[in-house]
């Protein structure tokens, strides 16, 4: 069925299927506002210019569908991941950042959905308010609990340092995990993502990000007096 409920035909679904990919794909390189519903259409091989508002309404209810097709599947992965670390007691912040990007990085294996990361990374520097609305607060429940688990196992940091290194992070990470989904899907990892440590060395980074203490000068302008610095 389409968004209204009605039920389509093999063709139709066929028709869905590919605006949905070439949609995805276009907003991935050129952003939301850089792309037209008749860049859609015309990149879909349609000659029909109703299809898209027929079966999505708009190029922002489209841009939605997209955004939660991908986050579901991510959530699902990184609360079933964080269950599991929870139930053998495995919390770090290594393996809950595992349990951020893993879901990530896997997700076009699981799906096919080859430029997700990339139209992420595009809408979280770009259209923001947006991506926060199509997640509805329901569709990143996984990534708010492993936000929630790194404050808890940082007890020494400020919570408002904590807090801007997490949004730090998620920027970074998916910008490094766009920069790798180009690579993959080019053949051409080159010297930055062939090696074997590669993965390996982009969590160092993020765990260092989190976990390193936090500069005098850093602490100073947070207003915390030199007896309480640690």
């Not at 959905?113 to 991506?131: D, G, P, V």
């Not at 969590?203 to 000068?217: K, N, R, V, Y």
């Amino acid at each position: 069925m389409n968004a209204s409920g009605k039920t389509l035909r093999s063709d139709g679904a066929e028709t869905r299927s590919r605006l949905k990919e070439e949609a995805q794909r276009l907003f991935a390189l050129r952003g939301l506002d850089g792309v037209s519903v008749q860049d859609i259409i015309s990149a879909a091989g349609q000659r029909n210019s109703a299809s898209l508002r027929y079966y999505f309404g708009n190029k922002l209810e489209l841009a939605r569908e997209l955004v939660v097709d991908g986050a579901r599947l991510i959530d699902e992965d990184r609360q079933a991941r964080l269950d599991a670390l929870e139930a053998t007691g495995g919390m770090t912040v290594r393996t809950v950042l595992g349990a951020l990007m893993f879901p990530m990085l896997e997700l076009a294996d699981r799906t096919g959905h080859a430029t997700y990361i990339r139209m992420i990374a595009n809408l979280q520097l770009n259209n923001r308010a947006f991506l926060r609305e199509a997640l509805e607060d329901k569709w990143n429940r996984g990534y708010q609990r492993c936000n929630a688990q790194i404050r808890k196992l940082l007890p020494d940091i400020s919570p408002a340092i904590v807090d801007h290194r997490l949004s730090l992070v998620g920027i970074y990470g998916n910008a490094a995990l766009a920069a790798w989904e180009v690579s993959r899907d080019s053949g051409e990892s080159g010297r930055l993502w062939s090696p074997h440590y590669a993965m390996s060395s982009l969590m160092d980074t993020f765990e260092s990000i989190l976990a390193t203490a936090p500069s005098d000068e850093t602490q100073s302008l947070l207003g915390i007096p030199n007896d309480e610095r640690r």
